[in-house]
């Protein structure tokens, strides 16, 4: 039987991000739909949830994406609800490439330092990459420092984290204030493209200091002197990644988590069931 993903994005134009990489996974039929709400979403779920038989249902999944991570958060919310009893299709989520991003960053740092004895820095920790990255750490056992240019932004995301990973070690953190980056392990800058928070001056001074991942790969990148294309460099004696380093890790996670979808009809994969996948990855 064919598998069929039933790509659903919340922008106008469905990804063609997002479709390229289904095809690469082996898809064999994808339907793409734009503009997709909680409101519209019903039958659409409806006509992957009533067309095969229990057995069957394996063979169709749902993808959600787009640009905007909380219109992506919601729309996941209303498919999982729409399914009722056994009549469900496997389902992930990874608008903006979030899910996937945060993991691959996680999963990058976990090579080189030992995450629950850790204390890391998630610059730009109040997006949705920034707050993946942050709780996939805290999950870990790592002490986070979710940093932000509003302390008060920051603090909300430490106490939803805080929510979903009882007893987790987190600080509110601003950006730039001068303890900041005392005393860190590692460092994952998470901002908005094109911004950049860490001059290599500062960050190549800071003895605590073993690795410093950069997801931005917009110029002028997040942290000064970290190339794009840097995969566990090393610079001044810190192991440096860049975008483009962490990117092609994304990849594959995101390719398996795919693949992933029609082994079963009942997946959810989200931040850490996408983490987890990345994790079977690097241990096969
Ligand atoms: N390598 C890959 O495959 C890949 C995939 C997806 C995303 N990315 C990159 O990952 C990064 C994070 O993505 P995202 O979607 O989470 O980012 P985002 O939401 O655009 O920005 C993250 C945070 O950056 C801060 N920020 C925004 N403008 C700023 C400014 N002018 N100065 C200082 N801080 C500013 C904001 O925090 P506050 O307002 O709280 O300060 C915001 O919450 C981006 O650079 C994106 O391009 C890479």
Excluded at 91 to 115: E, F, I, K, R, Y
Excluded at 169 to 182: I, K, P, Q, V
Excluded at 255 to 264: C, E, G, R
């Amino acid at each position: 039987m064919k598998t069929i993903l039933i790509q659903l994005d919340t922008d106008p134009l469905p990804s063609s991000f997002d479709r390229v990489v289904a095809v690469d996974a082996g898809v064999d039929k994808l339907f793409c739909y734009g503009s997709v709400t909680p409101e519209n979403v019903i039958g659409l779920v409806h006509g992957a949830m009533f067309t095969r038989g229990p057995a069957d249902l394996k063979n169709t999944a749902i993808f959600v994406g787009g640009s905007d991570v909380t219109a992506g958060e919601t729309l996941l919310q209303k498919v999982i609800d729409t399914f009722f009893g056994p009549v469900h299709v496997s389902t992930m989520m990874d608008s903006n490439g979030s899910n996937t991003t945060a993991a691959a960053a996680v999963l990058a740092l976990g090579q080189h330092v030992d995450l629950s004895a850790s204390d890391v820095l998630v610059l730009g920790g109040t997006g949705p990459v920034g707050e993946r990255a942050a709780q996939l750490l805290a999950r870990e056992g790592a002490t986070v420092r979710v940093a932000s240019r509003s302390l008060g932004r920051a603090q909300t995301v430490c106490d939803r984290i805080a929510e979903r990973v009882p007893g987790s070690r987190l600080a509110a953190c601003e950006n730039d204030s001068e303890t900041t980056t005392n005393n860190v392990d590692a460092i994952i800058a998470a901002g908005a493209a094109g911004v950049q928070f860490l001059s290599q001056d500062i960050w190549s001074d800071i003895e605590s200091l073993k690795v410093a991942i950069d997801l931005n790969a917009v110029p002028p990148v997040g942290i000064e002197g970290i190339e794009v294309t840097d995969k566990a460099a090393d610079k001044t004696g810190k192991i440096c990644y860049g975008a483009i380093g962490v990117g092609g890790f994304k990849m594959k996670i995101h390719k398996a988590a795919i693949q992933k979808l029609f082994t079963t009809n009942d997946a959810v994969l989200d931040t850490e069931a996408i983490y987890e996948i990345g994790q079977e990855l690097l241990n096969d």
